[in-house]
């Protein structure tokens, strides 16, 4: 039992024992008055029903984990927000329930509300919102549309016009992964945000009664967070990634996750992380890990396995690293917040000393999951490494573009896949099979229309001022709960890479490619193809704490064909035994090279990370003659894919396919 829960089963001693004193008193006074009611009476049996019911609650604060990090104030904030989030569950559940099972009548609503809201904007009146009365009649009189249809009139909107789009000007914008050079600039209506904030709680809701209900609320998380490169549009609106937060959501986070508010500030990623860890290794109590995306974890834990001895340090001499670039005024608010702790500091080295297999259940043994959407494959690295035994939870699903789309339904499931249903009252989604994905005018379906097994591109309109919008997700319908579609999210049309949530996209990533190669001396390019390194064995190069791409490239030319003949007959004698082939090519390091010079040329958001050192420098691979062909005949015969239907992999997808192609370079920029 921790000194916490001491002190409140103190306080509910002393609670009860007043309230006991003020029973008995007006007990007297009852008896002296005849059994008359006074307004001393009255108030005397006032105070002592609410010292009852606190007493009450201290009682049960005493019995619950508590993280050692809370103060009284915050552990008593922290269990009112909750269980007033638990009470307000039963509203939300029985709202999703009849929507699920009317589905259709749901989505008519919400369109209709959409509509009346923006009407008479100057977009409201150039597509006639205001006689719209079904989705029907709107697919008719609305195209579909992607960013560049908006994108006038959110320049506009961010210069300070008013009533363009939306009827309200947005508290801010929202700042998407730019793939050529410039992000797209979403306007965030309030509604938006109170969607997803309420969406954010709800799922954190679901899961912790639901599926962990051994999790006690008063159990902290760990928060991986990075506070964004502050920006405004020309009008002084906030602009930046939606997952930022603004000072009144700090101040909750440092309530419920083990980094204090000046480490929410820290705008330095190397900094924030080792801060994050801090803080959260001091907590023997803590409960989850919120992580956004598993790359930040994976890369995160990466940090601790190179730096946990700087932080047992920390911890056991109540300090902040000196080496660490903090300012004056934010270490000293740290460093307030550090008492010197030698028991966790031993108990820690103790368990780093063993190894990192499973060290996020030895050093936290009351971890019950982890929150963080695994679009990379990261997660079956955490579940098979540092995370073993811990199931990876995605809560909901979201984009920038939309707010809510989506609540997970098998929380917590090791292994399994993530599935959703949908949340139908603050977006109105129509899908276009995957086959009529790239036809001039795709028809769409509803949400009563589509069928279970079959793959569709999602297209939303939503309270953003977004729609008929083709943000680009593509999901597939595998079962139906009531009336309602549950999904699974399948790949990002155009998308190529995403290691930190940067999000390149195949068109980009294929300018790139043929520029660089457009440099290389005398040489034409055959094919290229493109992985994540959590592809790789093992997750790729151990001494590397941050993601990377690998890329794989063949090229030819007329004047080396006998070189080239050389090093792939040799083969399986080993590449050794032949003349390097970058010589013989021509190509230099610093050719290779120029793959991330060009992508952080092009891509803002790229560069951006490749700057503050979250992207490892991508590791670039020439390979054999004929390494593609070996590579397509592998996914023919592994696929149902038809020569009809066939396509060149550029994203290869499997740990087989990057081992084939391992097995066939010939040359490497490490």
């Given at each position: 039992m921790?000194?916490?829960?001491?002190?409140?089963?103190?306080?509910?001693?002393?609670?009860?024992?007043?309230?006991?004193?003020?029973?008995?008193?007006?007990?007297?006074?009852?008896?002296?008055?005849?059994?008359?009611?006074?307004?001393?009476?009255?108030?005397?049996?006032?105070?002592?029903?609410?010292?009852?019911?606190?007493?009450?609650?201290?009682?049960?604060?005493?019995?619950?984990?508590?993280?050692?990090?809370?103060?009284?104030?915050?552990?008593?904030?922290?269990?009112?927000?909750?269980y007033?989030?638990?009470?307000?569950?039963i509203?939300?559940?029985?709202?999703?329930?009849q929507?699920w099972?009317?589905?259709?009548?749901?989505?008519?609503?919400?369109?209709?509300?959409?509509?009346?809201?923006?009407?008479?904007?100057?977009?409201?009146?150039?597509?006639?919102?205001?006689?719209?009365?079904?989705?029907?009649?709107?697919?008719?009189?609305?195209?579909?549309?992607?960013?560049?249809?908006?994108?006038?009139?959110?320049?506009?909107?961010?210069?300070?016009?008013?009533?363009?789009?939306?009827?309200?000007?947005?508290?801010r914008?929202?700042?998407?992964?730019g793939?050529?050079?410039?992000?797209?600039?979403?306007?965030?209506?309030?509604?938006?945000?109170?969607?997803?904030?309420?969406?954010?709680m709800?799922?954190?809701?679901?899961?912790?009664?639901?599926?962990?209900?051994?999790?006690?609320?008063?159990?902290?998380?760990?928060?991986?967070?990075?506070?964004?490169?502050?920006?405004?549009?020309?009008?002084?609106?906030?602009?930046?990634?939606?997952?930022?937060?603004?000072?009144?959501?700090?101040?909750?986070?440092?309530?419920?996750?083990?980094p204090?508010?000046?480490?929410?500030?820290?705008?330095?990623p190397?900094?924030a992380?080792?801060?994050?860890?801090?803080?959260?290794?001091?907590?023997r109590?803590?409960?989850y890990?919120?992580?956004?995306l598993?790359?930040?974890?994976?890369?995160?834990?990466?940090?601790?396995?190179?730096?946990?001895?700087?932080?047992?340090?920390?911890i056991?001499?109540?300090?902040?690293?000196?080496?660490?670039?903090?300012?004056?005024?934010?270490?000293?608010?740290?460093?307030?917040t550090?008492?010197?702790?030698?028991?966790?500091?031993?108990?820690?080295?103790?368990?780093?000393?063993?190894?990192?297999?499973?060290?996020?259940?030895?050093?936290?043994?009351?971890?019950?999951?982890?929150?963080?959407?695994?679009?990379?494959?990261?997660?079956?690295?955490?579940?098979?490494?540092?995370?073993?035994?811990?199931?990876?939870?995605?809560?909901f699903?979201?984009?920038?573009?939309?707010?809510?789309?989506?609540?997970?339904l098998?929380?917590?499931?090791?292994?399994?896949?993530?599935?959703?249903?949908?949340?139908?009252?603050?977006?109105?989604?129509?899908?276009?099979?995957?086959?009529?994905?790239?036809?001039?005018?795709?028809?769409?379906l509803?949400?009563?229309?589509?069928?279970?097994?079959?793959?569709?591109?999602?297209?939303?309109?939503?309270?953003?001022?977004?729609?008929?919008?083709?943000?680009?997700?593509?999901?597939?319908?595998?079962?139906f709960?009531?009336?309602?579609?549950?999904?699974?999210?399948?790949?990002?049309?155009?998308?190529?890479?995403?290691?930190?949530a940067?999000?390149?996209?195949?068109?980009?990533?294929?300018?790139?490619?043929?520029?660089?190669?457009?440099?290389?001396?005398?040489?034409?390019?055959?094919?290229?193809?493109?992985?994540?390194?959590?592809?790789?064995?093992?997750?790729?190069?151990?001494?590397?704490?941050?993601?990377?791409?690998?890329?794989f490239?063949?090229?030819?030319?007329?004047?080396?064909?006998?070189?080239?003949?050389?090093?792939?007959?040799?083969?399986?004698?080993?590449?050794?035994?032949?003349?390097?082939?970058?010589?013989?090519?021509?190509?230099?390091?610093q050719?290779?090279?120029?793959?991330?010079?060009?992508?952080?040329?092009?891509?803002?958001?790229?560069?951006?990370?490749?700057?503050?050192?979250?992207?490892?420098?991508?590791?670039?691979?020439?390979?054999?003659?004929?390494?593609?062909?070996?590579?397509?005949?592998?996914?023919?015969?592994?696929?149902?894919?038809?020569?009809?239907?066939?396509?060149?992999?550029?994203?290869?997808?499997?740990?087989?396919?990057?081992?084939?192609?391992?097995?066939?370079?010939?040359?490497?920029?490490?």
């Amino acid at each position: 039992m921790s000194k916490l829960n001491i002190l409140f089963m103190t306080f509910s001693v002393v609670t009860l024992g007043i309230a006991t004193y003020l029973v008995s008193g007006m007990i007297g006074t009852i008896a002296g008055s005849n059994g008359k009611l006074t307004v001393q009476i009255v108030a005397s049996g006032s105070v002592s029903i609410v010292l009852l019911l606190i007493s009450a609650m201290f009682t049960h604060i005493a019995s619950l984990r508590i993280s050692t990090t809370h103060s009284v104030i915050s552990t008593i904030l922290v269990y009112l927000v909750m269980y007033a989030y638990q009470l307000k569950r039963i509203y939300t559940d029985k709202r999703l329930k009849q929507s699920w099972k009317n589905p259709r009548k749901f989505q008519e609503r919400t369109l209709q509300k959409l509509l009346a809201e923006n009407k008479d904007t100057e977009y409201g009146k150039r597509y006639d919102f205001g006689s719209t009365s079904s989705m029907a009649l709107f697919r008719e009189k609305h195209p579909l549309t992607t960013y560049e249809h908006y994108a006038g009139d959110i320049d506009r909107m961010t210069k300070g016009e008013c009533n363009v789009i939306l009827k309200r000007k947005p508290p801010r914008y929202g700042l998407t992964s730019g793939s050529t050079g410039k992000g797209k600039v979403i306007p965030i209506s309030k509604e938006s945000d109170v969607t997803l904030f309420e969406g954010i709680m709800y799922s954190m809701a679901v899961l912790r009664k639901d599926v962990f209900p051994q999790r006690s609320v008063l159990q902290k998380g760990l928060l991986f967070y990075t506070e964004p490169t502050p920006r405004v549009t020309p009008d002084g609106t906030s602009l930046g990634p939606v997952s930022r937060m603004d000072a009144d959501k700090k101040l909750f986070c440092a309530m419920v996750y083990s980094p204090p508010l000046a480490s929410l500030n820290e705008t330095d990623p190397v900094v924030a992380t080792y801060l994050d860890l801090l803080f959260s290794l001091k907590d023997r109590n803590l409960g989850y890990v919120m992580g956004r995306l598993t790359t930040a974890v994976f890369s995160a834990l990466r940090h601790l396995e190179k730096d946990w001895r700087k932080m047992v340090y920390d911890i056991e001499h109540g300090t902040i690293n000196k080496e660490l670039k903090v300012s004056e005024d934010a270490r000293t608010a740290l460093e307030a917040t550090m008492v010197p702790d030698k028991r966790r500091a031993d108990e820690l080295r103790h368990e780093f000393e063993k190894g990192f297999c499973g060290i996020m259940r030895r050093v936290w043994p009351y971890m019950h999951y982890i929150v963080a959407v695994d679009a990379t494959g990261y997660g079956d690295i955490l579940a098979e490494g540092y995370a073993k035994g811990i199931p990876i939870y995605s809560g909901f699903y979201s984009s920038t573009e939309l707010p809510i789309i989506g609540y997970e339904l098998n929380q917590g499931q090791l292994g399994g896949s993530h599935r959703y249903a949908f949340l139908l009252t603050s977006t109105v989604y129509e899908f276009i099979p995957e086959e009529d994905m790239f036809v001039q005018e795709p028809k769409t379906l509803f949400i009563d229309e589509i069928e279970v097994g079959k793959v569709y591109e999602l297209v939303g309109s939503c309270v953003n001022g977004l729609y008929r919008f083709r943000f680009g997700d593509v999901i597939k319908v595998v079962d139906f709960l009531d009336n309602c579609p549950v999904i699974e999210f399948q790949y990002r049309s155009g998308l190529v890479l995403n290691v930190r949530a940067e999000k390149m996209d195949s068109a980009t990533l294929h300018n790139v490619i043929t520029k660089v190669i457009s440099h290389w001396p005398k040489v034409t390019l055959v094919d290229y193809a493109c992985a994540e390194n959590c592809m790789l064995d093992g997750g790729g190069d151990q001494n590397e704490v941050n993601p990377y791409y690998v890329i794989f490239i063949e090229v030819d030319r007329d004047t080396c064909d006998q070189s080239i003949d050389e090093v792939d007959s040799a083969g399986d004698q080993g590449i050794d035994e032949v003349d390097s082939p970058r010589e013989l090519l021509d190509i230099s390091k610093q050719h290779l090279g120029m793959v991330d010079e060009v992508l952080c040329k092009t891509s803002f958001t790229y560069n951006s990370f490749r700057e503050k050192a979250e992207i490892a420098p991508p590791r670039v691979y020439l390979v054999k003659p004929g390494s593609f062909d070996k590579l397509n005949e592998f996914v023919m015969n592994n696929t149902t894919a038809s020569h009809n239907q066939f396509k060149n992999p550029r994203k290869l997808r499997s740990p087989e396919m990057v081992g084939l192609m391992m097995r066939n370079t010939i040359e490497c920029l490490e």
